[in-house]
């Protein structure tokens, strides 16, 4: 997925780590063989290019993946949505450079949620588009790859762990000292990484959706790489970040692109219907101010 994973867990000595690192690398690599739109065989991308109208059949991760990005945008009217994946290759975020034609067409045009013109059949593991439909998970994927690699050390009888990958986290029990896990939340600056403040993850999982790191200028304008279903375009006037806890690192990577989009008065609402918390920074002159919605903060 173009990004480096990680895991740190605590185990028996005499638990053979071999085994263990190829079953993380096989989970994350499974994922990106199914749902990378930068490979044209991945199964995601099959699925693009399959006529409107024919059932196609998919692998269980994905079609896990693809009923929860529909739930989570039904849940979040739209904001959220994984049929994004023309706006994103337009804009020049995909695997091709940025097509004016096709910004201009598509800017401000009226768009229906991917949820509408989808069809799942989760007993018989396969898909249909009702409509033409480009889709793109890099808003959800990599999260559940986190959630595969906690699955697998649980397999391994592992009770104490932190994984993640390219900053998506999920922390499972504690450290050896009964402490939680630290998890940086960084500061949302476009030229260096450094942490802004420490957030505590004990059976938890953290995802962080900004501006600073994937950016196009045009028009003497910085502009994310998160769209707007709204606008067919990037995101205008956001956070520099959201910062999400959820249960699952899925959820919580879905629902960061989400409080993104919405801001922090809809976002508010969902985190207490939804059990979540969120951390919100604005940039503030030259410093950053930090916010939070849900949980306890």
Known sequence: ?????????????????EPIRAALAESVDAVDRQMSTWKPDSDLMRLNRAPVGTWVPVPAELMEVLAKGLGIGRLS????????????TAWGFGPQDADVQKIRAALGKARASSHEFLELDPDALQVRKLAPLALDLSGIAKGYAVDRMMAVLGSFGITDALVGLDGDMRALGARPDGQAWNVAIERPDYETRAPLSMIELIDAAVATSGDYRHWIEAGGKRLSHTMDPALAGPLRDTPASVTVLAKTCMEADAWATAFMVSGRQKSEIWAKAFGLTAVFIHRDGGDFRQTHVGGTG
């Open 1 to 17: 997925m173009g990004t480096r994973w990680s895991a740190l867990f605590y185990a028996p000595t005499v638990a053979a780590l």
């Open 77 to 88: 009217d739209g904001a959220f949505d994984i049929g994004m994946g023309d706006i994103v």
